[in-house]
Nanobody, 123 residues
């Protein structure tokens, strides 16, 4: 089992940057594919980014080169660097761990979730 704790959210002005971190517990952290999702009020949970065990990375269409996902297995941590933030990026951001599925953009296919961290971008 993996426990995930996100941090790094906050309030930032449009055009600014934030780096989210997701710390995982357990020796098996490096055995999981990792993803970031977000959910704004009244909207469905949305795929943001994923990093596979192969280190391949994938992003939601709206990212358009603004975000970068990375992982440090030695620290059991996955990161989401977010640049050029827009007010529409405002949401609760969740990290998640996935074991066997190839559906990296599908929230139901993730096995473990963090509690989320709020990101608010002001205009």
């Amino acid at each position: 089992q993996v426990q995930l704790v996100e941090s790094g959210g906050g309030l930032v002005q449009a055009g600014g940057s934030l780096r989210l971190s997701c710390a995982g517990s357990g020796r098996t952290f490096r055995s999981y594919h990792m993803g970031w999702f977000r959910q704004a009020p009244g909207k469905e949970r949305e795929f943001v980014a994923a990093i596979r065990l192969s280190t391949s990375t994938y992003y939601g269409d709206f990212v358009k080169g603004r975000f970068t996902i990375s992982r440090d297995n030695a620290k059991n941590t996955v990161y989401l660097q977010m640049n050029s933030l827009k007010p529409e990026d405002t949401a609760v951001y969740y990290c998640a761990a996935q074991s066997g599925s190839i559906l990296y953009a599908s929230a139901p296919d993730y096995d473990y979730w963090g509690q989320g961290t709020q990101v608010t971008v002001s205009s």
